[in-house]
């Protein structure tokens, strides 16, 4: 009698752990169902049936879509535009003591070419150089459909919330026909194309600081720029002829790396900036100490 409520007992525990078992399975099953009705909407049940065929394949676009960088070369000069105002220009016009920036966006644009603007903007607002005095800022829309009145909305725009005197002056929107529009992007290596489907451009983020006299001097990517890294460039471009000597002394420090598009730390020169300024001190002090020791000595008797 014992034995068989014992066997009764055994049975229910298993029956308990069965429905256990199987309950965390029906979970387990309705989640992974969950998950994979969120990850692959019923609008991509085709693509699944062929799971590798887009793995590590670049969609067509955007294979004519990228940065060549061409560092030290220049731009054609010669190239005319129309400027906010309508009027026809020269690049040349933007160009002659001063170092610009230059970024190429389309003001239609509705997400990408904003935050390249925007954290252009924000990086310049960050820095102590001064837009006009110290630099200027070229932006050529690469859209040739545009129009000056777009172009005078966007200077409008920026330069109010860079918020400096004479920004307006020394920040250019610039539109123009596709065939000057395409010469200067080749020129700086800016890749892009057009979509028709989306009427939309597809491109790459980045800016470009060239020299006074439209050499490429350097390329910051992404849309969001560090100041001390733009404010390095700048300075760069212009030869030390702009910034401090703080500036200068950053410059010995820190090596610009095309690969990053940022400065890094050269640890050697540290070293030897370190190593000249342990040699002043030492030999200040030991001057220091020289004096001092030759007015403390009494004087010598006759």
């Given at each position: ?16 752990k069965s ?22 909407p ?54 002659g ?33 001064d ?52 010469q ?119």
């Amino acid at each position: 009698m014992n034995s068989h409520k014992g066997r009764a007992v055994v049975n229910r525990e298993h029956r308990a752990k069965s429905k256990v078992r199987n309950g965390v399975a029906t979970a387990a099953l309705a989640t992974a169902v969950w998950l994979a009705s969120m990850l692959f909407p019923a609008g991509t049940s085709a693509q699944l049936t062929d799971p590798i065929q887009n793995i590590g394949v670049r969609p067509e676009l955007l294979k004519d879509v990228g940065i060549d960088q061409k560092l030290n070369e220049s731009i054609p000069l010669g190239l005319t535009f129309n400027d906010e105002n309508g009027k026809p220009v020269e690049l040349r016009q933007y160009f002659g003591g001063k170092p610009v920036i230059l970024s190429l966006v389309y003001f239609n644009c509705p997400m990408l070419c904003t935050q390249v603007l925007n954290g252009l903007n924000r990086s310049l607002k960050n820095i102590s150089l001064d837009l006009g005095k110290d630099y200027a800022v070229v932006t050529v829309s690469i859209d040739p459909t545009e129009r000056p009145v777009l172009a005078s909305a966007k200077q409008q725009l920026y330069t109010g919330m860079y918020g400096r005197a004479g920004a307006a002056e020394a920040w250019h929107f610039l539109t123009g026909n596709e065939p000057q529009i395409k010469q200067l992007a080749n020129a700086v290596g800016f890749r892009y194309a057009y979509d028709p489907d989306s009427k939309q451009f597809a491109h790459a983020s980045a800016i470009m600081v060239l020299t006074s006299e439209g050499r490429i001097s350097r390329y910051f990517y992404g849309i969001t720029y560090p100041s001390r890294d733009l404010r390095l460039g700048l300075v760069d471009a212009s030869e030390g002829k702009i910034g401090t000597p703080v500036d200068a002394i950053l410059l010995f420090c820190y090596h610009y790396d095309p690969g990053t598009g940022k400065y890094g730390l050269v640890i050697s020169r540290v070293i030897q900036i370190a190593g000249v300024l342990t040699v002043l001190v030492v030999g200040g002090l030991i001057f220091l100490l020289a004096r001092r020791e030759h007015y403390a000595l009494p004087p010598r008797r006759a």
